[in-house]
């Protein structure tokens, strides 16, 4: 059992890649009310339960006919494979894609006690009566016709791997200069603060004293931003006297680089295109820890629009 060679080695990898993603998606789809195309991938794989099953199987090899050894090498191995992925993959895309954060005996929020327990039973399952009739399956083709299938379903899952690895790398790429971006617009949003305190207008003062400015949202910075700009328009208006020259210059400087940022904002969220839009709807645990307001705020931009369209 269990001996194969490369080509039926990468078949049986696909093969569960695919019921990996089947199993998956049935289950988030089921929590979430709606379909829901799990995983990384925009195709129906899922790499890491390809990549579990095939540990499993080289794992518990030496241990076949030991229920309890191939039980333990089953939750060493996943549990080692699903951390190492999970540090891997949040090193590349500075986002987490799956999180056992809160769950009973977890581990930096990557592994926890009950997934660790459930590897185990699932290489007893597998190796002993799910793996059975599909290696008797693989075996059963002709080799020509396996390895032709095993060809063109690694050039298909190739190329959606690598526009999705890209896709990923965008993403993260747009968190941090949505992170940068609302980093400047907060240092103007302060210098704005000073201008309209000056002028003694009591409202702000008072607002800014009590120390109310919160953590918001890129869209609620940039719509406090414009409600500043309007105030100051009012008082310069109102009292022209208010401001020396090179305030009235600084002023002018300041609204000239939001509208700047203001594009720069639109231009951010123009390029989420279907992948990363497909990436962030198809997982919806999806977090980042290092960027999560940029994050967040993407989150709630791709299920706003989705909301839009079953409207």
């Known amino acids: 059992m269990f001996n194969y060679n490369g080509f039926q080695w990468l078949f049986i990898f696909y093969f569960y890649c695919f019921g990996g993603w089947c199993f998956e998606s049935a289950v988030v789809s089921l929590k979430a009310r709606k379909w829901v195309n799990r995983g990384f991938m925009r195709g129906p794989f899922l790499p890491l339960y390809g990549s579990g099953a095939t540990m499993m199987l080289v794992v518990s090899r030496p241990f076949q006919d030991n229920v ?21 993959m949040e090193a590349l895309f500075q986002v987490r894609y799956w999180d056992y954060t809160g769950k009973f005996m977890n581990f930096q929020g990557r592994i926890c006690l009950r997934s660790s327990i459930a590897w185990g039973f699932l290489t007893i399952l597998m190796t002993r009566v799910i793996h059975r009739p599909i290696e008797q399956f693989v075996f059963s083709m002709p080799s020509r016709l396996l390895n032709w299938v095993t060809v063109l379903l690694t050039v298909y899952i190739v190329a959606d791997f690598t526009l999705s690895f890209k896709a990923a790398l965008d993403l993260r790429d747009i968190m941090i200069r949505m992170m940068r971006l609302r980093e400047e617009l907060e240092r103007m949003q302060k210098r704005l603060d000073v201008f309209i305190a000056f ?38 208006l109102s009292k022209p006297t208010a401001y020396g020259e090179s305030v009235r210059e600084e002023i002018a400087e300041l609204r000239g680089r939001f509208n700047l ?24 645990s999806m977090r980042s820890e290092t960027y999560e307001s940029a994050f967040e705020e993407l989150k709630k931009l791709v299920n706003s629009e989705e909301d839009a369209t079953h409207k």
Do not use: C, H
């Open 68 to 88: 309890l050894l191939t039980y333990i090498a089953g939750v060493i191995g996943a549990t080692a494979l699903e951390y190492v992925t999970g540090i891997v």
């Open 199 to 236: 002028n003694n207008d009591e409202r702000e003062q008072r607002r800014l004293d009590r120390g109310e400015r919160r953590e918001v949202w890129l869209n609620d910075l940039t719509s406090s931003l414009e409600q500043g700009f309007a105030t100051l328009k009012e008082l310069l």
């Open 261 to 284: 940022y203001r594009e720069r904002e639109r231009g951010e969220k123009k390029l989420l295109d279907f992948y990363k839009r497909d990436m962030i709807r198809n997982n919806p």
